[in-house]
């Protein structure tokens, strides 16, 4: 059975920082796009950041300078290092697996950030 399980959420005042951790398992890391999202009650779920399975990296303007997203395949794992933290980046974090025309083919059960000010 594919899982992501998702870590690392938590309270945290503002400008501190916290690591996500997502692990993988039921199917080939090494093969997918890894993304956190992030949601807030009454509003869509939003990309935060991705990573291809070569590494590349893309950030949502909002978290730029801020997040990084890293993956390690040996460990079927990815990461979001996140610094800098502001009251808006409160939400429920997700990490997502997918590739081709699925980007978020398999989702993890989130994760609560909470940026108290």
């Known amino acids: 059975d594919v899982q992501l399980q998702a870590f690392g959420g938590g309270l945290v005042q503002t400008g501190g920082s916290l690591i996500l951790s997502c692990k993988a398992s039921?199917?080939?890391?090494?093969?997918?796009?890894m993304s956190w999202h992030r949601q807030t009650p009454g509003k869509e779920r939003e990309l935060v950041a991705k990573i291809s399975t070569g590494g590349n990296r893309n950030y949502a303007d909002s978290v730029k300078g801020r997040f990084t997203i890293t993956r390690d395949n040996a460990e079927n794992t990815v990461y979001l290092q996140m610094n800098s933290l502001k009251s808006e980046d409160t939400a429920v974090y997700y990490c997502?697996?997918?590739?081709?025309?699925?980007?978020?083919?398999?989702w993890g059960q989130g994760t609560q950030v909470t940026v108290s000010s």
């Open positions: 039921g199917f080939t890391f090494r093969n997918y796009v």
């Open positions: 997502a697996a997918g590739r081709g025309s699925y980007p978020t083919q398999f």
